[in-house]
């Protein structure tokens, strides 16, 4: 277990202080399996619908094989130090997802509307970029510290990033939510990309003011309260937050960013009272605003009686609010899987229609591979956003911290929020599930987070370069000829 | 810091575990309720991803599956064809894609669809042996000589229904209803399907074709209803034998008024026997009857005739009326099948039947068997006794009556050589004040050499276009009764 090479050490507690394992070879098991799943997973499904192999499984498997391998040698090159189960995880749900959007690409229904047929291919390639950012962040992000310098440059890309919707022209309004710009034909989707600007100003600007922020406050009814002026920084957030709210109209963009400043808000100054007011903040907006958009108004009257919504956009209800179907449609895709599943390529989640390759891939996976497919999925999920926790507590330096539990924080809320939005849990909102979901912003940020967190825990986990401290060490290296 | 990042990841757990709960939720506890819900589209494509089982007459499908034209938008992969659809759509029923289905398509759509519980254990055989799933049949008691005759005559004489049966099982041979239409031509969901659809709709088209006249519409039924006062009187001793001369002055004002009851025209019904008064249908000789056996005895024969209850052939029939309310002059009036009699053309003929079969009322059927995709028997129905009416010695009374109108009294057009046929006929008068055209009935039976009946038909045709004058059970119904029986009867040769 031990990276050591000296051959008598197997007495010495103080090894695995001095050199913890690297892991990669773990790392290597598990991408294999990571590559194999979806391959098979990808055989299954031309199975199901042509009764064949599909003619692409070698270059599919190949491919994905390849953008694994290259991310593993990264990985071992540039980060040896690194959790070992982030890159298989995400590789895993990545290729999954490519499975499941071929497999809507087969869809005749979603051909007619023109809703899929070539999304596996370009997913492939958003992929292959995914992968390649994640080594360019692998190597030239060295250490995770020097993100700290561009604390306030952060900010203002983070805000240019949420305004670019807005700008006329760019801005694309797809179904109601305006988080897209479409840039020579694609559509970008900058709220992905702006998570992770985000989480860097937020850790860069909660670390220098952390202590300001915890320390100056009056102790009210077992709550410290912060004083008047402390509040400056989380009313900022919260004012654009809500401004997203009412522009953007996507409660989920809004949730999320809100939700990670307070996270970390938390994490930085260790007062409770901020997780209090943050949900004070957040029900007050989101009650606010609802209470005169009407984008919001629908989604929320969809999400509390969807069969109520099924019917009026069956009866083509014009009453100047877009009626959709597919809260409904979600719903009866995961009840029609039942427990173990339709079986790949055998559901009729198509009938979801509109995004039902991104926003509602979930409700594909809940209809073929039934409820032990998604808690499988929920599971992966959850390991992912507990790894990178664990990566949280494993930094030495409060900035690490900070940056890996905003990261970590904003992916488990993006999969609350939008698994619990296609399960009827909480109302719809615009975002992706990461990974899985078609769409080249959310794959290629995504990527980039995973190679931020595994830059993160290399750095945390590496072992201290001076072990000469430890006596014993040096007596047995100078006694032995 | 790691006392927070301890709490988020807790909470962080938690948030997964809300997914996770509500998985189950969905996935679990509400699977069922969700797959099977009716709006859910799987259900209809489920249905229609295999050929529907097929409804068999005499050996022979009149329904049929055939593969749509698969494309994106339609999801559904065979559609309903019918055989000489507007003859039997009273029988079948329809099953669309979009409009769902009804009667015989709806009642056993379990079976034809292959979902039913008792084709269970054969679906998950052929789930493991890689067999696709396939409907079952549903073998009809329909005679398709008889259902043509029965179509045809209503085709030449306007709208009407016919329903025949074997008296001595309750067997349907035939049930037709006129004007028809094709089921076939909105089985799917094109644009020329909704159409057709739309014309058929009675706010659409006044002649209702999509009524099945035979089962669910009621009528007066005038005259013929004067065989179930007759049945009364012998049942309740009120007279004995068709011989014995009735209690009867004409004129005959009905008790507790000051009106009359008409004859029409100008009958021999003072005092008449029960066999000429029903030869000649006097209204004032059976209007006494009623009055003097009252509604309770009335009713009580009427009900064991039937009246009163929805009848499930599997397919239901509504419901004859006969009121349980009425004073002695709406009782007389009642026993000659006006006031509020109305009966469905199934109720007359049962009553046929009932009387050809000796007293002895069988539950009429059209489902004969239920047979798995195999062809094996899954279900045979057996015939079932109703009720007895009357007694065997009663009924042959009153067939002997019912012969001598076809013999020598207003039924001589439902003669057939070689066969002894007892009927009667009817002209109910409807509307306000009668203004309408009456409705012309016709119910019989024949006998053949041993005594026993193949056939009990009753015939009911509204017809617009004849005068008033023409308008007579015996005129334009009997010819109808008449073709029937002898298709039946040829068929049995």
């Known amino acids: 277990m031990s990276s050591t090479t000296n051959p008598s050490s197997h007495h010495t507690s103080t090894i695995g202080a001095i050199g913890a394992p690297s892991r990669r070879n773990t790392e290597l098991a598990l991408l294999v399996f990571a590559v194999a799943v979806p391959v098979f997973a990808y055989a299954n499904v031309g199975l199901a619908i042509n009764n064949q192999v599909p003619a692409g499984l070698l270059s599919y498997g190949l491919g994905l094989g390849l953008l694994a391998g290259v991310a593993h040698l990264a990985v071992r090159k540039f980060a040896p130090y690194a959790d070992p189960l982030l890159l298989p995880l995400a590789t895993l749900l990545n290729g999954l997802g490519l499975v499941v959007i071929w497999r809507l690409d087969q869809s005749k229904l979603l051909q007619a509307i023109r809703q899929a047929g070539t999304a596996a291919p370009r997913q492939l390639f958003y992929t292959a970029m995914g992968i390649a950012l994640f080594v360019v962040v692998l190597i030239f992000l060295k250490d995770h510290r020097v993100l700290q310098r561009y604390t306030y440059i952060s900010m203002v890309g983070a805000l240019v990033l949420l305004l670019l919707p807005l700008v006329p022209g760019l801005g694309q309004n797809i179904y109601g939510a305006k988080i897209w710009i479409s840039v020579a034909g694609f559509s970008i989707q900058p709220g992905e990309f702006a998570k992770i600007v985000l989480a860097v100003f937020f850790a860069g600007y ?98 509390l009686d969807p069969m109520r919504e099924y019917q009026l956009s069956r009866a083509g209800t014009k009453d100047g609010i877009v009626h959709s179907e597919q809260a409904m449609q979600a719903l009866w895709a995961f009840g029609s899987g039942g427990t173990l599943g339709s079986g790949l390529g055998q559901g009729h989640s198509d009938l979801i229609r509109f995004a039902a390759n991104s926003d509602f891939i979930l409700a594909t996976f809940g209809e073929e591979l039934g409820l032990a497919g998604i808690m499988a999925i929920l599971l992966i999920y959850g390991l992912i956003v507990e790894r990178g926790i664990r990566t949280a507590l494993a930094a030495r330096d409060p900035f690490g911290k900070l940056l890996a539990i905003g990261l970590s924080g904003a992916f488990a809320l993006q999969v609350f929020v939008v698994a619990g939005g296609v399960m009827g849990l909480i109302p719809l909102t615009g975002m992706t599930m990461p990974f899985l979901a078609y769409g080249g912003s959310s794959v290629i940020a995504n990527w980039a987070l995973i190679g931020i967190l595994i830059r993160i825990s290399d750095t945390a986990r590496r072992p201290a370069p001076a072990p000469a401290s430890d006596p014993d060490a040096e007596m047995t290296q100078v006694v032995r000829p | 810091m790691n006392k927070p990042l301890r709490r988020i990841a807790i909470f962080c757990g938690l948030l997964i575990l809300t997914l996770l709960i509500r998985s189950n939720w969905i996935q679990y506890a509400k699977a069922d309720s969700l797959k099977n819900d009716s709006e859910n589209r799987r259900v209809t494509i489920a249905r229609y991803s295999t050929p529907r089982g097929d409804i068999i007459v005499g050996g022979s499908p009149i329904t049929g599956s055939t593969e749509t034209k698969s494309s994106g938008l339609n999801d559904l992969k065979y559609k309903r064809t019918y055989k000489n659809g507007p003859m039997w759509a009273p029988v079948t029923g329809f099953a669309s894609q979009a409009y769902d289905a009804n009667l015989l398509e709806k009642v056993e759509d379990g079976i034809l669809t292959g979902n039913d519980d008792r084709l269970f254990f054969r679906n998950t055989l052929d789930m493991i042996t890689g067999k696709p799933k396939q409907g079952g049949n549903v073998v009809t008691t329909l005679n398709a000589a008889a259902q043509k005759a029965a179509y045809n005559g209503l085709k030449s004489h306007g709208k009407g229904a016919v329903v025949a049966l074997e008296p001595s099982t309750g067997k349907i041979l035939a049930l037709a209803s006129y004007p028809s239409y094709d089921p076939s031509s909105f089985a799917g969901t094109a644009n020329a399907d909704a159409e057709a659809w739309k014309k058929l709709q009675k706010e659409n088209n006044p002649d209702d074709p999509m009524l099945n006249r035979a089962l669910r519409e009621t009528y007066p039924p005038g005259s013929i209803f004067k065989v179930v006062t007759a049945a009364a009187a012998l049942e309740n001793g009120l007279y004995t034998s068709a011989e014995q001369p009735t209690d009867s002055p004409l004129p005959w004002v009905m008790p507790g008024t000051t009106t009359e009851l008409k004859n029409q025209g100008d009958i021999p019904c003072k005092n008449a026997t029960m066999r000429e008064a029903l030869r000649v249908s006097c209204n004032t000789v059976f209007g006494k009857i009623g009055s003097d056996l009252g509604n309770e005895k009335m009713l009580a024969e009427a009900e064991k005739f039937g009246f009163n209850k929805e009848q499930f052939t599997p397919v239901r029939a509504n ?175």
């Open chain 1, 206 to 303: 909660l670390m220098v003011k952390r202590d300001a922020l915890a320390l100056a406050s009056r102790r009210f009814m077992g709550l410290y309260l912060p004083r008047g002026r402390d509040l400056g920084p989380i009313l900022v957030v919260w004012a654009i937050s809500i401004l997203i709210l009412v522009f953007e109209t996507d409660l989920g963009t809004s949730l999320l960013f809100f939700g990670m400043f307070v996270i970390m808000l938390y994490v930085a100054t260790e007062r409770t009272s901020w997780i209090v007011f943050g949900l004070l903040m957040s029900a007050v907006g989101a009650v606010g605003v609802a209470s005169f958009e009407p984008h919001i108004q629908t989604r929320v009257q969809a999400w």
């Open chain 2, 319 to 493: 419901a004859s009326v006969f009121s349980d309310d009425m004073n002695k002059s709406q009782t007389a009036l009642s026993s000659i099948g006006q006031f509020n009699t109305a009966t469905t053309p199934l109720q007359m003929a049962m009553v046929t039947a009932a009387i050809a079969n000796d007293g002895k009322l069988m539950k009429p059927y059209m489902v004969d068997e239920l047979q798995t995709p195999s062809v094996d028997t899954l279900e045979q129905t057996r015939p079932e006794e109703l009720s007895r009416p009357l007694s065997s010695r009663n009924a042959q009374i009153l067939q002997s009556m019912m012969e001598t109108v076809v013999k020598d009294g207003t039924g001589k057009n439902a003669q057939i050589n070689g066969v002894t046929v007892g009927g009667k006929t009817g002209t109910a008068q409807h509307g306000v004040d009668n203004k309408e055209k009456p409705y012309a009935w016709f119910i019989s039976y024949a006998k053949t050499g041993d005594g026993s009946s193949p056939v009990a038909v009753a015939v009911v045709v509204e017809d617009e276009n004849a005068n008033r004058g023409d308008i007579s059970g015996g005129g334009l119904a009997a010819p109808i009764a008449k073709s029937v029986m002898e298709a039946v009867i040829n068929s049995r040769k």
